[in-house]
């Protein structure tokens, strides 16, 4: 992240004196509250005058605040959109006030000529990921998992889902017994996880967790402790977002495997819209950031040390 601010202050001198809107989700994860703290990092790096509003994962306060960004005539606007649908008519409104709009880490069912470019991860793969981890852990063993999904309509819920599936797709021996959405929380993550072990033989019948993120996954470890399990060797722990509190788990033989997502999808946003304002040039409509697997055979304290650096 440190060249990345490095390289974005040198770049980009026409961002300087923008105003930008940022209409985010919440800080519902660690990841999310990470992924602000960089992008306002980045914004002061750039000298760009940012617009915060933080929607606590409601759909119509991201709205609300998008058109008050257009109402106030910014000169850009972030939207992490927090679920796929009904973003046409916003969206339609801002490109009539000609406002670039940038989504970040999630994706929207709209026009693509209704936004500059959307920076994410392969969410197909992360779950892909994770699904043949746990493919190739298992062996030939039988297997209930039980799933942690994301906020309902998400980008990342759906895709995850399907990811997932596709790995342990011919692996009759693995089985998604139980699935519901714990909203990318701790909270919630714990309480369906609760629930989990509560219905299959005090959590004895639960061989995996995989939950869409972390988060859920640090809130379904500690619902198997309380249960008097040991996460990590009675339940395996397998998530997405690779947070500095996974690698504690990992660390203390807790949580298995994670998926990386770098918290750092305004970087490449504001570059695209440098190189779009400088000349027109077109960014991609699709910038895809990196996925990489963390197992505790990855230095977790290493890890752990290192992100807490980055802005978590
Ligand atoms: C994924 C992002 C997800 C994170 C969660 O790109 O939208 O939202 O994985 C966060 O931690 O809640």
């Known amino acids: 992240l440190a060249t990345a601010l490095t390289s974005v202050s040198i770049a980009q001198e026409n961002l300087k004196g923008l105003t930008i809107g940022f209409s985010q989700i919440g800080s519902e ?8 703290s960089v992008t306002k990092q980045q914004a002061e790096a750039l000298g760009i005058d940012l617009k915060f509003a933080d929607a606590q994962q409601k759909q119509e306060n991201q709205i609300k605040a998008i058109r008050g960004f257009i109402a106030q005539g910014v ?3 972030l939207v992490a959109p927090v679920v796929a649908t009904g973003w046409e008519d916003v969206l339609t409104e801002a490109k009539e006030a000609e406002i670039p709009v940038m989504l970040l880490d999630r994706g929207v069912d709209a026009p693509e000529d209704l936004y500059l470019t959307s920076v994410a991860s392969d969410q197909v793969l992360e779950g892909r990921v994770a699904g043949e981890w ?18 309902v309509g998400s980008t990342p819920a759906i895709n995850r889902k399907k990811g997932f599936e596709e790995a342990i797709a011919g692996h009759a021996n693995i089985v998604i017994a139980q699935s519901q959405t714990g909203d990318f929380t701790r909270a919630k993550g714990k309480e369906v996880m609760e629930a989990f072990i509560k219905s299959s033989n005090n959590g004895a019948d639960i061989c995996a967790v995989y939950a869409h993120n972390d988060d859920m996954a640090v809130g379904a470890i500690q619902a198997i402790k309380d249960a008097g399990l040991k996460p990590g060797t009675d339940i395996k722990v397998v998530s997405i977002d690779a947070v500095p509190d996974i690698f504690a788990a990992m660390a203390a033989g807790e949580a298995n495997a994670t998926v990386e997502l770098t918290p750092d999808m305004a970087g490449p946003a504001f570059a695209a819209l440098s190189a779009y304002l400088a000349d027109g040039t077109e960014p991609e409509k699709f910038i895809i950031t990196e996925s990489k697997l963390y197992t505790p055979a990855d230095d977790p304290q290493g890890e752990y040390d290192r992100r807490k650096g980055l802005g978590y």
């Open 29 to 36: 994860s660690g990841w999310r509250a990470a992924e602000t």
């Open 75 to 77: 000169d850009a606007i």
């Open 134 to 151: 746990l493919v190739k852990e298992v062996g030939d063993a039988d297997c209930n998992v039980v799933e942690l999904q994301g906020t």
